[in-house]
């Protein structure tokens, strides 16, 4: 078996989907070449595909924080530098491969996925490791020496070899995403930290050359020297090492957070060495561009401290609208966003909305598996993101806690319906029909937040406002009424409760709980007097 082998620029691994939705494998190179010809990546999992996202882009900072696109070296020295050769790629519609090219095949050797010295992504002497087998590299099924997958996608030699292409896909999501089984010590890889978010393009040139932030956080600094993983002329093997936080985007994008070596035997992967690796603090964080944050702070007086913001899978997306703008003191915005902010500010960007996708894994008990992977969407009017339109950021998020109010008093009707039926379990059933409630509302909201054009509508937020507050009211007072009527005869002759803390008592029927719901939700002034009167 040779010593150097299937080298990433060159071989079929990165799964693409064409226009017409067919999926294929295609090389680095490849992809860079027709990256406006591919619809987007099409991996086993979205974040699988955020993982391989991250390495494209760091192959563009480490070219274009250097060159400008006629392969001239030179460094962007001023913001304004920095933004000329990001709208001179835009417009150019494809990659200047000649640049490209040469770049990556003057670091050819260090992109073979099995070789002597430095495989690609790994440490060839790994030394004292924990050993795992391919079952547990495959993010679709991982499965641990100790956690056997219940409902595997492969059986049989599928489940315990894998092919080459496949393995380097994995290699570079357990990477980023890796949990804690192995005891590493350094908690879960970067990108399992976050809540990633990634702007859409209508292709993956456009993707890319999106998320291909120039500025920090859209602003006037610019980043350090460009250093991704495969520069280093030394690799690491030294396990659980804290680093400083990179000052350059290539460097972060290829942050190694584990120390990996694959196995092969017979032209196949059949598992891999893994010890801990690099690892920063990740408070104040920022050089990251592509996740939510929070403010950790326990004091409100105390400084802020913004760590990561891991999301909540049953939360839509659109519900943290007022994360995603950083209109809170205990939030920040996402440096993409911040970063389109200003592109679209100044007139050098035409898209007329915006995509965004998140995606984040879900950690069992301890962070030691990954119990589930998902991700979300929200597209709105670029405008938003411009001056004109921070007035219509005040009025959406307004419009999402009026529907989060009107969401609650399903809840509370579920609540009052079960305890009529003398059914005990009011919280579960509460967050149940709160579900349906989102479920129902989720699409009509992504509808009527895409439509909004603040260049056309400045002076109709009351009127689409209103519209959005009736619509969302039938939809709710629906949902009620169909809970009503299937709450049994029980709940109709009601039942009388006693409270055990003050001893008084009340009576719960389906009709009175149906009346107050009713008044509760007639127009936006009842209800938000409501919510006044309890806080």
């Not at 890889?189 to 978010?197: E, H, N, Q, S």
């Not at 598992?271 to 326990?298: I, S, V």
């Not at 970063?339 to 996708?357: A, D, V, Y």
């Not at 989720?442 to 619509?471: G, H, V």
Request: net charge negative.
């Amino acid at each position: 078996m040779p010593e150097k082998e299937f080298n990433l620029l060159h071989e079929p691994w990165i799964m693409v989907m064409g226009k017409g939705g067919e999926t294929q494998e295609i090389s680095m190179l490849e992809l860079f070449r027709k990256a406006s010809e591919y619809r987007s990546l099409a991996g086993e999992l979205p974040t699988q595909d955020v993982a391989i996202l991250r390495l494209l882009l760091a192959v563009l900072h480490a070219v274009f924080g250097r060159y400008d696109i006629s392969s001239t070296f030179a460094p962007p020295m001023s913001p304004e530098a920095a933004l000329e050769r990001w709208k001179a790629l835009w417009d150019k519609g494809n990659f200047p491969m000649e640049i490209i090219e040469k770049y990556l095949l003057h670091f050819e050797d260090r992109f073979y996925l099995f070789h002597p010295e430095h495989p690609f992504y790994q440490v060839a002497d790994i030394g004292k490791a924990t050993s795992f087998t391919a079952a547990k590299l495959n993010g679709e099924m991982s499965e641990s020496n100790n956690k056997i997958c219940l409902f595997p996608q492969r059986s049989g030699s599928k489940k315990i070899t894998l092919q080459y292409s496949e393995a380097a896909r994995w290699l570079i999501y357990i990477n980023a995403f890796d949990d804690v089984a192995a005891k590493t010590g350094t908690g879960v890889g970067w990108l399992g930290k976050l809540d990633l978010i990634t702007a859409l393009g209508e292709n993956i040139f456009e993707t890319l050359i999106l998320n291909l932030v120039l500025l920090k956080d859209g602003g006037n600094e610019l980043w350090g020297e460009e250093a991704p993983v495969w520069e280093n002329e030394i690799v690491k093997s030294e396990e659980r090492t804290e680093k400083t936080i990179p000052d350059n985007p290539s460097a972060l994008l290829t942050f190694q957070s584990r120390r990996l070596c694959l196995k092969r035997q017979g032209n196949k992967v059949v598992g891999y060495d893994l010890l801990g690796g690099n690892f920063f603090p990740e408070e104040n964080a920022f050089l990251e561009q592509m996740t939510l944050w929070r403010n950790a702070a326990k004091k409100k007086t105390a400084p802020p401290k913004f760590i990561p913001r891991r999301h909540d899978p049953s939360r839509q997306l659109w519900r943290d609208f007022s994360v995603l703008m950083g209109h809170s003191e205990s939030n920040r915005t996402p440096g993409i966003i911040s970063w389109l902010s200003r592109l679209k500010g100044e007139q050098m960007i035409p898209c007329t909305h915006f995509h965004f996708m998140t995606a984040a894994v879900k950690y069992g008990d301890k962070n030691s598996s990954v119990n589930d992977v998902f991700s979300d969407s929200i597209t709105f009017s670029g405008e938003i993101l411009t001056a004109l339109g921070e007035s219509w950021v005040n009025r959406i998020i307004g419009e999402i806690e009026t529907t989060d109010r009107l969401v609650d008093q399903v809840g509370q009707l579920d609540q009052n319906l079960v305890k009529a039926s003398g059914n005990a379990d009011t919280n579960g059933q509460r967050n149940t029909a709160k579900e349906q409630a989102y479920y129902r509302i989720n699409q009509p909201f992504r509808r009527w937040l895409a439509s909004i054009d603040p260049q056309k509508d400045d002076d109709k937020k009351d009127e689409l406002c209103s519209q959005w507050w009736e619509q969302a009211k039938g939809i709710i007072q629906d949902l009620g009424k169909e809970m009503v009527n299937q709450s049994g005869p029980q709940a109709f002759a009601g039942r009388v409760e006693k409270d055990e803390r003050t001893g008084r008592e009340y009576r719960y029927t389906a009709p009175e709980a149906y009346n107050r719901f009713l008044y509760r939700t007639t127009n936006r002034e009842t209800l938000s007097r409501l919510y006044k009167k309890e806080d």
